[in-house]
């Protein structure tokens, strides 16, 4: 069954839905039709979220934290009782397999209830400073926060940084993407309706140019994150430098996967399929699959069995791959492999576009191709493996490691020190183990070189949403500056 959807969205702020700006539609990727209209706000909707963000700020981080974790709490219970629904709201949008945007559903809401526990366990230090003093540090929230989400997996992104920052006592705008803005804007509603505060949480759907830029650019933001394309990132980094605003990046990858003759085959090959979750639309899948010779034969033609038995169809009838976003992303897709083939590279499985309504693509493999081809270098962002032989740990290191990005890396081997070893020596922020995916709420997430700036999710994500306030208390009867030579004047 279909997820029922209004009419028209509008943007909601201050608690409630308001009719800004111009409509857009939105539109299924598996049929092309439309499944609702949505107001892109612009700049008009940003500047009303911000006044009423910043309005909201003192009430909300005025609450108790424990009473903030509360709501927090209640929150996720309410997006709970409706996650059948917005799982089947981000299927509609997206395209995605109706299991998998149940799995997203779920994570999403672990990240509110997560961040709920945190509430009441941010705290400051006493630290042993000179003399007869208190020396002790305060945690205080940023003020509004500016997050712009992209289309991929709008839900548990999006929960991924608001529920850190709420916890922590800002207050947020976001911008959602125009390809799937409902279910975070069903998010925003649902939040509200469960009991935080008018105006905490205000949400605005709409382009990046207009509407994304009015976000990244106020001054009265005090902290932007974003999740999307290398190239959106920075233009938004450098937004926020004209602002001298703290911002985290979580941009794209290109991870690698590597593949070991001591590993647990058959489980290689099980995890290597979900390498194509999401219709291969994940910003850590480890898309490179470096095989050692030793057994690059069977393990290839084994790995292709199962990536051709792999079928598409309409997300809400749950097949392995669902539609691509759009035309324009299919046509990419199919344009890198096309060119791949044309320069020698030897398709195994898939690789042929098909004559349909949506915008789906098979799973494919393909080998022989150059480490410096323009499949092995940029990001597919489609159902696309590209398959490599390698010789010995050394140089496939290296090969792992010739990516200017760094978001992730999963290896396979039954060689305890190889695998630490190796854990140490990619330049990743995930490394996954005998296991993919291998991601949790409660552990650290984002890239390391052109992948991001920034941890998402864990305990350290609090640093991104607090800044630090010294306190400096004379509890003694000497308070001469002359002698203090560890009292700092600057
Ligand atoms: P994108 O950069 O095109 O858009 C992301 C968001 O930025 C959208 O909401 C868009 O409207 C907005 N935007 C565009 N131009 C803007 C501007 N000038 N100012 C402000 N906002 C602007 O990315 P996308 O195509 O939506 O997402 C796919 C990309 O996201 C991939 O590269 C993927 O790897 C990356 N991604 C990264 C992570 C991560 O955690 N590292 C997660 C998911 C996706």
């Not at 804007?185 to 105006?199: F, S, T």
């Not at 290597?272 to 393990?299: K, P, S, W």
Request: with cysteine; proline share 4%.
């Amino acid at each position: 069954m279909a997820a029922s959807l209004a009419q028209t969205y509008g943007c909601f702020i201050d608690g409630e839905w308001r009719s800004i700006g111009e409509q857009f539609p939105v539109f299924d990727p598996t049929t092309q039709e439309r499944i609702t209209t949505v107001y892109d706000g612009g700049p008009e909707a940003i500047d009303e979220s911000i006044r009423s963000a910043q309005e909201s700020l003192e009430r909300w981080n005025g609450l108790s934290a424990q009473d903030r974790g509360e709501i927090l709490s209640g929150v996720a219970n309410a997006l709970r009782s409706e996650k059948e629904h917005l799982a089947k709201v981000e299927t509609r949008e997206s395209g995605r397999p109706l299991s998998e945007s149940r799995y997203l559903v779920e994570l999403g809401i672990d990240n509110f209830d997560y961040f709920a526990g945190l509430a009441d366990k941010i705290e400051g230090k006493t630290i042993p400073v000179s003399g007869d003093r208190l020396d002790y540090t305060l945690q205080e929230p940023l003020g509004v926060t500016g997050h712009i989400i992209p289309w991929n997996a709008s839900f548990v992104l999006a929960s991924r940084s608001i529920a850190p920052a709420l916890t922590c006592g800002n207050t947020v705008v976001a911008k959602a993407s125009p390809e799937t803005p409902l279910s975070l804007l069903e998010m925003a509603r649902i939040a509200n309706e469960a009991g935080l505060p008018d105006g905490v949480f205000n949400t605005v759907a709409g382009d990046g140019a207009r509407t994304g830029a009015a976000l990244t650019n106020d001054d009265r933001i005090r902290k932007l994150v974003f999740t999307g394309s290398r190239a959106t990132g920075e233009t938004v980094m450098k937004a926020a430098a004209e602002n001298v605003v703290p911002v985290s990046l979580e941009l794209g990858g290109k991870g690698p996967c590597i593949v070991f003759p001591d590993a647990d085959i058959e489980q290689a090959l099980s995890d290597m399929v979900n390498v194509f979750m999401n219709t291969g639309q994940i910003c850590f899948a480890t898309t490179r699959l470096f095989v050692h010779d030793d057994i690059y034969e069977e393990f290839i033609n084994e790995f292709a069995k199962a990536v051709s038995e792999l079928e598409y169809g309409p997300g809400i009838e749950d097949h392995d791959l669902g539609a691509l976003i759009s035309a324009e992303a299919q046509n990419n897709v199919d344009s890198m492999v096309k060119q791949a083939v044309s320069n020698g590279g030897r398709v195994l499985a898939g690789g042929e576009l098909p004559d349909s309504t949506g915008h789906f693509y098979p799973a494919t493999l393909v080998d022989e191709v150059a480490d410096d081809a323009l499949i092995s270098c940029e990001e597919i962002f489609g159902p696309v493996l590209t398959a490599y032989r390698f010789e010995d740990e050394e140089s496939v290191i290296k090969r792992a490691n010739d990516t200017r990005y760094g978001l992730s890396a999963a290896l396979w081997t039954g060689n305890l020190s190889r695998a630490h070893r190796i854990a140490e020596d990619i330049d990743a922020g995930t490394i996954m183990i005998n296991e993919y995916p291998a991601v949790f709420t409660a552990a650290p997430f984002g890239g390391y070189k052109a992948s991001g700036i920034g941890r998402e999710k864990g305990v350290q994500a609090l640093d991104h949403y607090t800044q630090t306030k010294n306190v400096s208390v004379s509890i003694g009867s000497s308070r001469s500056w002359s002698g203090d030579k560890e009292r700092d004047p600057t």
